[in-house]
């Protein structure tokens, strides 16, 4: 705000006023969910073709990219629709600062986006002989099959930086303690774990028993490792005043401590001991339910630690 101008020098003395309420809401929330899927069912699923045949998740090769294709597409349209001015995000590619953490994430995203894409199309029309005998453009895709080998790995090495940015981006804000880079980007990668198993199980309907044990440990260890680490900044936060002044809104009685909650039991929790269940005696109703249920936690999850640390006063 204006407090004063003074004529003679035509300068303006200006005082400096905190933004009020959430500024970060729900659409970042999301685009932060959207991205864990797409990046996730990459990370896993380079996993289980390291550690399985393809013959043994027959659908694999082409619902992973189409999957994260889709995820990927909600991320970047929620990004996009969240700026002020949209339109000025094509300055990232034609004048990129490449000292900010918005624009390496950009580039990244972009060309992680394009390397799926190329996998959807060729991974779909190699999975669908009947569609790839009757069009000419599935054949000539077909046909270049090889290409969907050459890129994967390259596609995997982009889906960690890509899961991750939004940490650095995170812990760049001023004045926000629990935002800590280090445990944010294990803490995101831990989410691409989590909700990238959660998506393939409900598409692993048809795949081998042992392909299906592993899709349930890389769960079971994924929700069971960010828990630990969100009990350990709920009880032991004491030593940094503002960090404790935010978990407030969700220790007992806190604005947040429902919602909190929730999430731990239904995101964490409940799959934990469902994925765990499921590695001794597989129920793939339960399975699906444990995933479903993880992915609506890491959403009320987020959702808590994205909005508490700007209830604090920053003045």
Not at 99 to 125: Q, R
């Amino acid at each position: 705000m204006v407090e004063h101008g003074i004529a003679a020098t035509e300068a303006v003395v200006t005082l400096d006023v905190a933004l009020p309420g959430i500024i970060w809401g729900w659409m970042i929330t999301l685009n932060m969910w959207a991205k864990s899927i797409g990046t996730g069912v990459v990370l896993v699923g380079a996993f289980l073709l390291y550690r399985h045949k393809k013959e043994d998740m027959p659908n694999l090769r082409w619902t992973m990219p189409v999957i994260s294709f889709v995820a990927l597409n909600v991320f970047l349209f929620f990004t996009l629709i969240d700026l002020h001015q949209p339109l000025r995000m094509i300055n990232i590619f034609l004048h990129p600062h490449w000292t900010s953490a918005i624009t390496v994430g950009a580039w990244m995203a972009s060309l992680f986006t394009l390397l799926i894409t190329i996998m959807a199309a060729t991974g779909f029309f190699s999975a669908h002989q009947d569609f790839r005998r009757n069009c000419s453009l599935a054949k000539g895709i077909r046909a270049n099959d090889g290409l969907y080998e050459k890129i994967f790995p390259f596609t995997v090495f982009l889906a960690f930086p890509v899961t991750m940015y939004t940490a650095i981006i995170m812990a760049e804000s001023s004045a926000r303690e629990l935002w800590v880079a280090p445990a944010e980007m294990i803490q995101m990668l831990l989410a691409a774990l989590m909700v990238g198993s959660a998506a393939l199980i409900l598409v692993a309907e048809k795949w081998s028993a042992e392909s299906k044990k592993d899709l349930s440990l890389v769960l079971a260890i994924s929700v069971a490792a960010s828990f630990f680490m969100y009990m350990g900044e709920y009880f032991f936060s004491f030593k940094a005043a503002e960090v404790e002044a935010t978990l407030a809104h969700v220790h007992a009685g806190g604005e947040y401590s429902a919602q909190f909650w929730t999430a731990m039991f239904l995101g964490y929790i409940l799959p934990f001991f469902i994925a765990v269940g499921s590695m001794k005696k597989e129920n793939r109703t339960l399975m699906k339910f444990a995933a479903i249920t993880t992915m609506i936690g890491l959403y009320l999850a987020k959702d808590v630690w994205l909005k508490i640390p700007q209830l604090l006063p920053l003045s």
